[in-house]
């Protein structure tokens, strides 16, 4: 078999253009392969091939064979499977409608984390740390001074004022009337509109981290939950109890029982008898409307709260199979008839028939829930202690309704709430949640993965080597406020459109999906998805795709919006960044991210997702001179000059010659080939995502392509950066 080099992996919608070079030769190949088995070219330079009058008939990457079908660019029947749905591509147009949408996309994450040098000789370093010089001096042969800053807006931006104290007090008074008050301006300490230096920090810490393949830190080393009700698999097994006869209904597998907080600690009590009963009830509103019968057999109705429960008297009833959705699924629980239920306990305090419960109401879930859970009262022994562990995973779950939130409603009514809950085979509490079949919490947490190279704490990067750790040694670079210096002016305040986006449990988008089976976060060879950033959009103030919300829609959920007042575009800043003693090779990292490639841009400030916040920042290195070179006198040598302080530096250097530094050393680190740094695979990513093209941006297709989906939607794959650019027919090296 030949050997080639992979250079080009690239989704042309019904087939991929595959650049092969081979010796000194480039060759071009059509081929048939999956989006999986394309990723897998990108990752990977080298890979052997056999072909026939210049038509591959065997493709191999690592040992593994991908397979191969004959390309036809009008081809009308291929077909993909998304979980257990097979969605036909009948055309081209369809086959994009039908990809997913998404303001954001992610750079790969790095397997191998390229650690910081160590100091040339002669520079001492810190004590446990060689990589980073010691802070007592300026050394010889490091670098300090400043990187001048122009920033100019190319689209609206807006980052939020600090709030005087009469504004805190503003914002804590109307949180007690349980309402929302917020300082929409912009920020501008000294009535002077500003970029802070943290928000500029952030922005290129952030690119340094991707750019220099250094660990991925600020990850929450937490558990996410999920609801898979209808998805064989774990959910199920653990969730829902399956009998062996077909013909009995299925069950949940989770106990009722009552939770309360008792000396700092949470304990669930067991019920008097454990038995879930069902009523039934229909969405109304905010409301669950409950059809109940008074003695006289007539009928009324309770308009009762979502998210809420009410002590009943009931009379029990035994547990039964019942057919639901046309017989195509068999339940099995115990319902409780209209008048056989009576709200409040004092029914069952004056008639023996009936006994004492609570009736527990969720969210409505769609169209067809109904029924809801009924429970016996708790007993007053028999607590079980929750592990803190388990309390500290339940409270970080952020995809949780908050009305759903059990420790929330225990503020309310501390007393005890009702819960339900799994033990283990220890009989210890494993889960628990506000209704029968709860949100249930992955085994893994988000750093099992990361690549392993990423989890060793001995390992000192790049990023962390020129921005320091607090519990280690300082950071070398300091970042002040750039102020503004040409102010077109600032919107009337306004309220943007809510950015309502999928969630990490949302695992199409935030885990490498390599195969047709999609992987969770309980998937042991999976890791995450990488970098999440936000493409660059020309987003109109109204009209079709606008990030302005209109006034019908802030009609609707005026509490979920927030007020602002943006600066327009074409807004210019100046700002400095200092530095101390920075190799050649790191000052290299620190320019490679700001001075970006021609038609790239960064990203700044809130609203990112709707279009706000993309800037272009030209900057300007100076380096401070601490040596007496040419009968001229370095730094500190002497303090004064013409009636000023002395202050020797080297002007205007040359940013180009520090970037190829850094690009050379990080080339072989990776055992990369290429001759530009910016042309291997995880920066071609990065480049595909700081791509602004201001007409194209504009373009109603690009607009659709980067609009947030539907829930519905939320089930489709995301792209690759680059194959996103494909598909839009967006070439940035032709910018």
């Known amino acids: 078999m030949k050997k080639g080099m992979v250079k080009e992996c690239r989704n042309k919608g019904s087939y991929f253009e595959l650049q092969l070079i ?19 070219l990108r990752k990977n330079t080298v890979c052997e091939f056999e072909e026939n009058r210049g038509t591959l008939t065997k493709l191999c990457v690592n040992g593994k064979e991908i397979a191969l079908k ?24 369809e086959d994009s409608s039908k990809s997913a949408k998404a303001p954001y996309n992610f750079v790969p994450i790095n397997k191998n984390v390229v650690k910081a040098k160590n100091q040339n000789r002669g520079v001492e370093g810190i004590e446990s740390y060689p990589e980073i010089p010691s802070f007592d001096r300026y050394h010889e042969g490091l670098n300090t001074g400043y990187i001048d800053l122009n920033i100019k807006a190319l689209t609206p931006l807006y980052i939020r004022d600090a709030y005087t104290q009469d504004e805190e007090n503003k914002a804590s008074e109307a949180k007690k009337r349980g309402e929302k008050w917020e300082n929409p301006d912009f920020f501008s300490p000294g009535g002077t509109p500003k970029i802070p230096g943290s928000s500029l920090r952030g922005m290129v810490r952030n690119l340094l981290e991707i750019a220099s393949c250094s660990q991925m830190k600020h990850v929450e080393d937490k558990r996410f939950y999920y609801r898979k009700v209808a998805v064989r698999g774990r959910y199920q097994s653990l969730m829902i109890e399956r009998n062996r006869n077909r013909n009995d209904g299925l ?14 600690k949470h304990y669930i009590y067991p019920l008097e008898e454990q038995q879930i009963y069902r009523i039934d009830a229909k969405a109304s509103g905010d409301f669950w409307e409950v059809v109940l019968k008074d003695e006289g057999d007539k009928k009324y109705s309770e308009k009762l709260a979502k998210f809420a429960f009410y002590p009943v008297s009931f009379i029990p009833a035994k547990e039964g199979v019942h057919s639901h959705r046309g017989g195509k699924i068999k339940l099995s629980y115990a319902f409780i008839e209209s008048n056989r239920l009576v709200m409040s306990h004092e029914k069952a305090e004056l008639d023996s028939n009936y006994k004492k419960g609570y009736l527990i109401l969720s969210g409505s879930m769609g169209r067809n829930k109904h029924l809801h859970p009924l429970i016996h009262c708790p007993k007053d022994e028999g607590r079980m202690e929750i592990d803190q562990d388990l309390i500290e995973s339940y409270t970080a779950d952020i995809s949780r309704e908050p009305k759903a939130d059990l420790f929330k409603m225990l503020e309310k009514y501390p007393s005890g709430v009702p819960c339900f809950y799994l033990i283990d085979n220890k009989g210890n509490i494993k889960s628990f949640g506000h209704t029968p079949l709860f949100r249930l919490a992955y085994d893994k947490k988000v750093k099992d993965h990361l690549p392993p190279e990423h989890k060793a704490d001995t390992v000192i990067d790049f990023t962390e080597a020129i921005f320091g750790n607090a519990d280690k040694f300082a950071g070398r670079v300091f970042f002040e406020d750039t102020k503004i210096v ?20 949302t695992i199409q988008h935030y885990l490498e999906q390599e195969s047709t089976e999609l992987a969770d976060w309980n998937d042991d060879n999976t890791y995450i998805r990488g970098y999440k950033l936000y493409w660059h959009r020309k987003t109109p103030k ?8 209109t006034e019908e829609e802030i009609n609707e959920a005026k509490s979920q919006y927030t007020r602002i007042k943006p600066i327009y575009e074409k807004a210019t800043f100046s700002g400095r960044i200092r530095f101390e003693n920075l190799s050649d090779v790191e000052l290299g990292a620190l320019l490679f991210v700001l001075d970006l490639p021609t038609g790239c841009a960064h990203k700044i400030g809130m609203g990112k997702p709707l279009g706000l916040g993309s800037i272009k920042v030209t900057p300007t290195l100076v380096i401070a001179k601490y040596s007496n070179e040419n009968g001229e006198a370095g730094r500190y040598a002497k303090l004064f000059a013409n009636g000023h302080w002395y202050l020797p530096v080297y ?3 040359g940013i180009k010659v520090f970037k190829d530094l850094f690009a050379e050393h990080m080339l072989p680190e990776l055992k990369e080939n290429e001759s530009d740094y910016w042309n291997t695979f ?15 941006m504009a373009q109603r297709d690009w607009l659709e392509r980067t609009r947030y989906q539907t829930p519905k939607e939320f089930e489709c794959r995301l792209s690759s950066p680059n194959e996103v650019l494909d598909a839009a027919g967006i070439n940035y090296e032709k910018q």
């Open 486 to 505: 040409d102010n077109p002016g600032q919107c009337q305040e306004l309220s943007p459109k809510i950015l309502s986006t999928p969630k990490p449990t």
């Open 542 to 549: 109204e009209g079709d795709y606008a990030w302005e919300a």
């Open 651 to 653: 002007k205007n250097q």
């Open 682 to 696: 995880r920066m071609r990513e990065l480049r595909a995502m700081l791509n602004f093209d201001e007409q194209r």
């Open 251 to 264: 069950r949940p597998a989770t106990q009722a029982g009552w939770l309360r907080k008792e000396n700092g």
């Open 22 to 40: 081979v010796g000194n030769k480039t060759q071009n190949h059509r081929i048939g392969i999956s989006s999986a088995d394309a990723q897998l």
């Open 70 to 93: 004959k390309p036809d660019k009008n081809d009308q029947s291929r077909k993909n499977t998304v979980g257990d749905q097979k969605i036909t591509k009948k055309t081209e147009k």
